[in-house]
């Protein structure tokens, strides 16, 4: 049996060099292969796709939940005397930024004018 391959002799430059590229082109080769194999399933469906589809899914059932609470509480506690108190609330609001906004401009037409307002 020829085992001169396994006998201790120098090594050169060019072996360690293509040593190097064989294992560059090993790691290469084996990257492609795996790339290929897995082409499908990445293009597929990506799991960040899939969370979000699910994050989407959640929240407009939350958003239909609020809304069915709303109107349920709007049902159940909105009688007509708040709603009374709250038309009368924003006229008394109107009212008062109408009197406000009417002496704002006589104070200014007095200031432009010199005399008052009539």
Do not use: C
């Not at 008394?92 to 005399?115: Q, W």
């Amino acid at each position: 049996m020829d085992t001169s391959f396994l006998s201790p002799g120098p090594i050169t430059w060019a072996q360690v060099f293509a040593f190097a590229l064989f294992l560059v082109a090993l790691i290469k080769g084996s990257d492609w292969i795996a790339a290929k194999m897995r082409t499908g399933t990445k293009d597929a469906v990506s799991p960040l796709t899939i969370d979000m589809a699910a994050v989407k899914i959640q929240i407009a059932a939350q958003t239909e939940a609020l809304h069915n609470f709303k109107v349920e509480v709007a049902r159940t506690y909105v009688t007509g005397d708040v709603i009374t108190r709250l038309e009368r609330r924003i006229d008394d609001l109107v009212s008062s930024v109408r009197d406000e906004m009417k002496e704002t401009r006589d104070i200014m037409l007095k200031a432009l004018t010199g005399r008052p307002p009539g």
